[in-house]
């Protein structure tokens, strides 16, 4: 069965920092990779996937994920928060034969000091 | 980008009574519907997978006879909460799978409190 793994619940950084999310994955083979975002009282916007070839995916609003099949990690960074990035962030796995079924991980919930 | 309208985006009930959410998607096919519930601070859990004109396939644990999905039609699914009580409450959202791109899109929620 596949799962998902984010280890930080919680997550502070100041305005203008580096961010790193952390991302795990259990999967037989390669999987679809997912990144979204919610906000508060809101559904769930796509940040970026990954499926297939260049390892290093570029996202909206500024955000990449690195797909590291040795780590079976997924990543997500982004070079300077804005404080309008504070959300809770989830990373999802789906199987390529699934249609599209996902399985969520925790969530992180980012908090942007100013 | 395509959109997924889930509608009502809140609602309270009284204990017993049935309610139900809509999940359409406005602007492509769906054949497959997914319906997740989120509990506070929590991640996403799926219930169920539902394909347009067939049943809906439940994940273990979740009731079927306590949560009805019919997907109609390529651009509706619905979920009914059937006699919901106070632990029904819950934040329900849907996504819906693009026909024709395979591309996987999620409503925007809908909020449940269960008096």
């Known amino acids: 069965a596949q799962s998902v793994t984010q280890p930080d619940i919680h997550i502070t950084v100041s305005e203008g920092a580096s961010l790193e999310l952390r991302c795990n994955y259990s999967y037989g083979a390669t999987p679809y990779l997912f990144w979204y975002v919610q906000s508060p009282g809101q559904g769930l916007q796509l940040l970026l996937k990954y499926f297939s070839g260049d390892t290093l995916v570029q996202g909206i609003k500024g955000f990449e994920a690195e797909f590291k099949r040795s780590q079976s990690s997924f990543n997500l960074r982004k070079p300077s928060v804005h404080w309008s990035d504070a959300a809770e962030y989830f990373c999802a796995v789906g199987a390529r034969n699934a249609g599209n079924m996902l399985t969520f991980g925790g969530g992180t919930r980012l908090m942007v000091k100013p | 980008g395509a959109v997924v309208s889930q509608h009502p985006s809140r609602v309270i009930c009284k204990s017993g009574t049935s309610v139900k959410i809509e999940c359409r998607s406005l602007?492509?096919?769906?054949?497959?519907m997914f319906w997740y519930r989120q509990f506070p601070k929590k991640s996403l859990m799926l219930m169920a997978t539902s394909n347009e004109g067939s049943k809906a396939t439940y994940e273990q644990g979740v009731e079927k006879d306590k949560f009805l999905i019919n997907h109609a039609s390529l651009t509706l699914s619905t979920l009914t909460v059937t006699s919901a009580h106070p632990e029904d409450s819950s934040f329900y959202i849907c996504s819906g799978r693009d026909y024709h791109t395979g591309e996987l899109f999620f409503g925007e929620g809908s909020r449940l409190t269960v008096l």
């Open positions: 602007d492509f096919q769906a054949t497959t």
